[in-house]
């Protein structure tokens, strides 16, 4: 696979049924390797290494519901009293982050309401704070890191 903009971590791989499959540690099974199941998978081990994110605190790849459609978000974070703190939204490496990844995770976060967005595509991120009450965002540097 790719190289990406995160450090160098150690996965699990399996070949099966003629693909290759990487074992996600949130959701306790190998999944298909696709490019953007690459990224996922850094960033998860990103928040867990670098961030620090407790396992327990990270979910993955959950539907949500927009109006009549049904969606899955990529990663969501939450805080120790079970708030959804970071939202991510990953796409492929061959995807350039645009508009439209923006608009994708401000849909999916007008029903989650985290406190702080990621978008990425493993080799650029983007991250936002939200400001809920002068209904805008600012760009930062970084996610925080966990904290109690």
Sequence with gaps: MQS????TYDFRFKNSENKVHIFDPIRKKFVVLQPEE???QNVVQFLI???????SLINVEK?????????RYDIVIF???GKISILVECKSPKIIINQQAFDQIARYNMQLNAKFLMVTNG???F???????????T???QIPDFSR
């Design 4 to 7: 990406l903009n995160f450090p």
């Design 38 to 40: 690459w990224v996922r």
């Design 49 to 55: 290494q670098e961030k620090k994110y407790p396992k």
């Design 63 to 71: 539907q949500i519901n927009l109006k009549t459609l049904k969606k």
């Design 79 to 81: 805080d120790t009293k």
């Design 123 to 125: 080799l650029q991120h």
């Design 127 to 137: 991250y936002c704070k939200m400001d809920y009450k002068q209904e805008k965002y």
């Design 139 to 141: 760009f930062l540097e």
